[in-house]
């Protein structure tokens, strides 16, 4: 890098302003000792007022000493892109605080103070720094564009010989002061040049806006371009509540709160438009190529490459609204959306660009972004940057510009205009209009179709229904070029898996494409990233119950775009910690917590799903992390509602959830509802009104339907007294329950129970009470043995199969008797063998009962074996749809068999069949 003498020698404007005064570089020399990015800007800035300038002339002076200095600490390689972006934003915005309450102050004088109309209180105006300055990178000669905001209209509180004005009146006057003070051209130049045409219809809009002005433009007239403007939106000036009332006004314009795809293709217009603009100017001035800002591979491209993930998943990810795009960057790179090797390249080349473009207007303080036409000038600049020669400026240049442009290419390129799976129409109707019902037949024939007449009245169907016939003709055309795409890729599809019906899969597919295809957003992600149709194409063809669930949940198809559903590991304790992140982002606003919890479970949920799919998991283990998954959005659930109970007495409840059933058991599936009691010590007063509310807002925010869905459905029944008890019980009064009162249906569902969140050493205590009961000794002779079988035979009155299909739950010698034989083992042995009230699952407690000599060993295993059988040939149901697990009776006939003989073994009087 340059050295300090540098500066001077090869800096116009630096020459310019020491020779006019000579005694500036002593100055100089006292700053260039300082990081200016952390100076006392008012301190110099007296010294420079010290003879009685006014600020106007006294901010110019103290602009140019900065700007100097800046010049010579970079040349002189004291300060990097960092100290030198972040000094001039810092003094940009206090330049505009000075000048602005030193105006402010003059207007009041003459017309009183501006007074909101509804509030009554006093008006400060927001300043708004947008674009670099609102990022905290702004350039060493760059304009800054400014937003002027008004909380409310009103009028000023005249006093005696005032004018009154409108507070819009009183705001503008302030406004165009301010840009006069900044931005009018004295004998020491301007402070900052000012661009007002980012405001609320541009220049032809009011020079300033109140709040309510600025919410309905952004609601009504915002376009996509501005939300690009606005995510960069900074309040320089202004209170604090009226910059948070600012705020909330502008994210929900900038950051929506699904994946919003569909901004690739708004940055690739207005990216197109920008380009078309900058290839005119350098046809009409060939001296003026080489534009690192707006050119092919420039500072821009970087700026949009950043911003896209912004606009993306900003709604969804509090993390990617930084202003930075230098941040902006690295958290991309941290969330895995682009790799820390593209992300580091693109930090690189940002950094060379935005040096280059400093050093191109050190020259002469001018805004430039261009190369010189002088050769000279070149040289200069590339002896600024270190480099020996124009000509290796001009190489490494393109090598970054190349890789920028590579980058963005792969990012915005137009993927509509084909592909290897696009399929061309013969013409633009072909599969809309049902009078080419033969050409479409023909067409699936030719693709290998099974079934091409039902594939063809399948498609025409769907496409004549009255929700595609009302979409615009935008979305119209994307959704038929998805449908294209979409029919080879079923025909392979189905040959890759060796099986499963196309026209099922077609069907499917047509009704995701149906359930999204209004919100544009989607087909936009479809359509920009191909690969992910073929992945979700897959999946339907894989599993009925996974296409209805993405089409219930689109969100997810962001979860496609990778291979984060194979390679993702399920980890609660990393999940936990998410979930206590985002759901204190959004503390106070129990809609959004509400929806945060449902949509961290659909992705995991999700991500095993695919894993499933793929046959990365066994069913034994899926339902394991299934079970934990549960488990750690019910303890979220607990902690979030608890902070919504306004009337809690202490901090950390004193509250149990205890888990039965399936989820007791960590057998949980993919739609499990959650059987669950709730308990509590605590000797408060309080404490049984206070727990019964979280108990009931608790279920509440498990089952209500939000727009992202529902968690879970709660079951209680299996608290004491069941539906007649009460909601929440102490443990002392459960363990009473337990002892004296409860049925022995009840104890069989004890077996099962386990603490699954809230305040561990109740956990511990239900632990404790549960081994008790189940450790007591029961006769051989008693009701044990009656009671499990009146027990099952109810089960049997209650859902009788009429069909010719053996159900694999309901039926004797299905999973339900192989859990009353273990439910009896344990209550009836576990006094002897304590061992058998651990939770270990069926499976394992079959071996033990065998290991113990309890049951016959070979017939233990066999009827082991069966229940594996069972969850296996259940969860395959489960995945194609099927609501009923019902298989033809003799595919597990021998199965069957082996359960009812142990039944009978055990209880000589087998339930009838």
């Not at 480099?387 to 001009?394: E, K, M, N, S």
């Not at 934990?628 to 306004?646: C, E, G, K, N, P």
């Not at 059987?675 to 509310?693: G, N």
């Amino acid at each position: 890098m340059s050295s300090p003498s540098v500066a001077p020698a090869v800096s116009r404007f630096y020459q310019r302003w020491l020779s006019a005064a000579p005694e500036r570089a002593a100055r100089i020399d006292e700053l260039a000792q300082l990081s200016l990015a952390e100076i006392d800007l008012a301190h110099y800035l007296r010294q420079e007022a010290a003879g009685g300038l006014p600020l106007v002339r006294a901010m110019r002076r103290l602009r140019n000493l900065l700007v100097c200095t800046l010049i010579r600490r970079d040349l002189g390689g004291q300060a990097n892109l960092a100290e030198v972006v972040s000094a001039m934003t810092r003094f940009a915005d206090f330049a505009i605080q000075q000048h602005l309450a030193e105006l402010h102050a003059e207007l009041v004088a003459a017309h009183g103070a501006p007074t909101g109309r509804d509030s009554g209180l006093p008006q400060q105006m927001m300043v708004l720094a947008m674009g670099k300055q609102g990022g905290g990178e702004l350039n060493v000669s760059s304009d800054i564009d400014l937003i002027f905001v008004y909380p409310e209209d009103g009028d000023t509180a005249a006093g005696p010989g005032q004018r009154g004005l409108s507070n819009h009146e009183f705001f503008v006057r302030l406004g165009k002061k301010l840009i006069a003070a900044l931005a009018e051209i004295t004998e020491d130049g301007y402070t900052f040049r000012v661009d007002m045409a980012l405001r609320p219809n541009g220049n032809s809009g009011p020079l300033a806006a109140s709040l309510g002005m600025v919410e309905n433009y952004l609601i009504v007239q915002g376009r996509e371009w501005e939300r690009y403007a606005w995510v960069k939106a900074r309040a320089v000036t202004g209170r604090a509540e009226d910059i948070a009332a600012l705020e909330a006004i502008v994210r929900p314009f900038c950051f929506r709160r699904y994946l919003d795809f569909g901004v690739i293709d708004a940055i690739r217009n207005m990216h197109a438009q920008i380009r078309a603009e900058v290839n005119r100017q350098e046809r009409l001035h060939p001296d003026r190529s080489n534009n690192v800002k707006l050119g092919r591979g420039g500072i821009r491209e970087i700026e949009f490459l950043a911003q896209v993930f912004q606009l993306i998943r900003g709604g969804r990810d509090a993390a990617l609204r930084d202003r930075s795009t230098r941040t902006t960057l690295r958290i991309i790179a941290e969330k895995g959306l682009l790799s820390h090797a593209i992300v580091y390249q693109l930090l690189a080349s940002y950094t060379f660009l935005r040096n280059l473009e400093h050093r191109l207007q050190y020259l002469d303080d001018a805004q430039t972004h261009t190369l010189p036409a002088s050769e000279a000038d070149r040289q200069t600049v590339a002896e600024m940057m270190g480099l020996p020669d124009a000509a290796t400026l001009l190489t490494q240049l393109e090598a970054h510009r190349q890789f920028v442009a590579g980058q963005f290419d792969e990012m915005f390129s137009d993927k509509t205009e084909g592909g290897d799976n696009d399929i061309e129409l013969q013409s633009s109707n072909e599969c809309a209009d049902p009078d080419n019902r033969e050409a479409l037949v023909a067409r699936f024939a030719a693709l290998g179709f099974d079934a091409p007449e039902d594939g063809a009245k399948r498609l025409i169907a769907t496409w004549q229904a009255p929700r595609l016939q009302s979409l615009p003709e935008a979305s119209r055309n994307r959704l038929q070029s998805l449908i294209n795409s979409a029919l080879p890729l079923i025909v392979q599809a189905a040959q890759e898996s060796r099986g499963g019906s196309q026209l099922a899969t077609l069907g499917r597919l047509l009704d995701f494409l149906e359930a999204i295809a209004r919100r544009a957003a989607y087909l936009s992600l479809l359509t920009e990233y191909p690969h992910t149709l073929a992945r979700v194409i897959r999946m339907v063809h894989a599993s009925g119950w996974a296409a209805q669930f993405l089409s219930q949940h689109p969100i997810l198809l962001d979860e496609l775009l990778d291979d984060r559903l194979r390679h993702a590991v399920f980890d609660p304790a990393a999940l936990a910690a998410e979930l206590d992140t985002q759901l204190a982002a959004a503390a106070g606003d129990t809609e959004r917590q509400m929806d945060i919890l449902r949509e961290v479970h659909h992705v995991q949920l999700f991500h095993l799903l695919a894993q499933d799919l793929a046959g990365d998991l066994t069913v034994e283990k899926l339902a394991d992390y299934l079970s934990a998954l549960a488990d750690t959005i019910v303890a979220a659930t607990l902690q979030a509602v608890w902070r919504t109970v306004a009337t809690r007495h202490r901090e950390v409840p004193l509250f149990t959830v205890i888990a039965y059933g399936k989820l007791g058991g960590k057998e949980l599936g993919y739609v499990s509802d959650l059987d669950v009691i709730f308990l509590y010590d605590d000797p408060d007063q309080e404490a049984p009104a206070q727990y019964a509310k979280l108990a009931q807002r608790f279920i509440t925010w498990m089952t209500s339907h939000t727009p992202a869905g529902i968690l879970f459905d709660i079951d209680t029944a299996l608290r004491p007294d069941g539906a007649s008890g009460m909601l929440v019980s102490s443990v002392a009064s459960f363990e009473k329950y337990q002892s004296n009162s409860a049925w022995v249906w009840e104890h069989q569902a004890l077996t099962r129970a386990r603490y699954c969140a809230g305040d561990a050493a109740i956990g511990q205590r239900f632990e404790q009470i549960r081994e008790a009961v189940l450790r007591k000794a029961r006769p051989a002779d008693g009701p044990l043995k009656p009671e499990v079988i009146a027990m099952r035979q109810r089960m049997m009155d209650a859902k009788p199969n009429h069909s010719a299909l053996f159900d694999l739950k309901q039926d004797p010698g299905g999973m339900i008797d192989i859990e009353f034989i273990v439910q009896f083992l344990v209550l009836q042995h576990a006094h002897r063998y304590p061992q058998l009230t651990a939770n270990y699952g069926n499976i394992a407690l079959l071996k033990m009962c065998a290991e113990l000599g309890l049951i016959d060993a070979a017939l233990a295993a066999s009827v082991a074996d069966a229940y594996r059988q069972y969850r296996k040939l259940q969860h395959q149901l489960r995945l194609q749809g099927q609501d009923l697990a019902r298989v033809d009776r003799a595919r597990v006939a021998p199965q069957a068999a082996q359960v009812r003989a142990l039944w009978d073994g055990l209880f000589g009087n087998p339930v009838a069949d």
